[in-house]
């Protein structure tokens, strides 16, 4: 169970970030109304939220979970691949002080993003990306194997993080779109294949109780819906944009 998420507010600049997407410039008041409705969404799967401020010098920065990867035992704090990101894992690092005794971090010439990071029970898959080299696969694998986590890596070829296209939803049930679909990787696992055009929805969340899906995307939804989870749809459209989606919102823990 999670109790707790980090979040961080959108910036005003949040449009002079980096996308990949020629889906328009996002609406900022648009985009400050779709994250409050994604706090509420956390709130009700019982999360308590901590809710920084926005950072105005990172127009990325309310894309979190890219700076850290946390679990039970140990917050490894990221070194993000892209300068205009780097220095966004400062703030996130003094809420993590709260709660972790233990803070290991990702160091040059190491990159990695926590949009690469994909955790299925005790096995991280390490999406190998733009964003994340091998080095600092190599150094997030040492630390999550003292804690008896197994690692294994994934070369993506063009999703821009691992979790672009993979999402576990626990119950042995992984949601998987594209260039993924098929990859032996995750043979044991219960494959749900997202079709083609509704590939951004991969990148859905399980928090609790409930699964959080990007609002509109209906053959998916009744996927999950009938394997037996409770949803919630959020409207992504303004971080789609900016090539963020519902896992890049948050930290959970
Ligand atoms: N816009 C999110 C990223 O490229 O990191």
């Known amino acids: 169970m999670f109790k707790h998420a980090i979040v961080r507010n959108v910036a005003r600049k949040f449009q002079d970030g980096i996308t990949s997407c020629n889906l328009g410039k996002p609406d900022y008041n648009k985009a400050v109304i779709q994250h409050s409705d994604y706090i509420k969404a956390l709130k009700k799967c019982g999360l308590r939220i901590f809710q920084l401020n926005a950072d105005e010098k990172f127009p ?5 979970e890219d700076t850290t990867i ?10 993000l691949g892209v300068t205009s990101r780097k220095g966004e894992e400062l703030e996130i690092k003094k809420v993590l002080e709260r709660f972790y005794d233990n803070i290991e971090y990702i160091k040059n010439p190491g990159t990695l993003e926590g949009g690469d990071i994909l955790k299925v029970e005790n096995q991280y898959y390490i999406g190998l990306s733009k964003r994340t080299n091998k080095e ?24 821009l993080h691992l979790k672009t296209g993979v999402a576990y939803i626990g119950d042995n049930n992984l949601i998987v779109s594209g260039e993924l679909i ?5 043979k044991k ?4 294949r997202v079709d083609y055009d509704e590939g951004y ?6 928090v609790n109780k409930y699964v959080l899906i990007a609002k509109d995307f ?3 939804k009744n996927s999950i819906s009938n394997l037996g989870y409770k949803i919630l749809e959020i409207d992504m459209s303004e971080f789609r944009k900016m090539d963020g989606g ?6 959970r823990f």
Do not use: H
């Open 218 to 220: 209906k053959r998916l």
């Open 182 to 186: 098929d990859n032996p990787i995750f």
């Open 70 to 79: 946390v679990n039970k035992d140990v917050a490894i704090i990221t070194n």
């Open 189 to 192: 696992c219960n494959i749900i």
């Open 201 to 206: 929805a991969a990148n859905c969340i399980r």
């Open 60 to 64: 990325d920065s309310t894309f979190v």
């Open 246 to 251: 519902l896992s890049c919102l948050s930290i």
């Open 136 to 159: 600092g696969a190599k150094q997030l694998t040492e630390i999550l194997e003292k804690y008896d986590y197994s690692c294994s890596t994934i070369q993506l070829v063009n999703f």
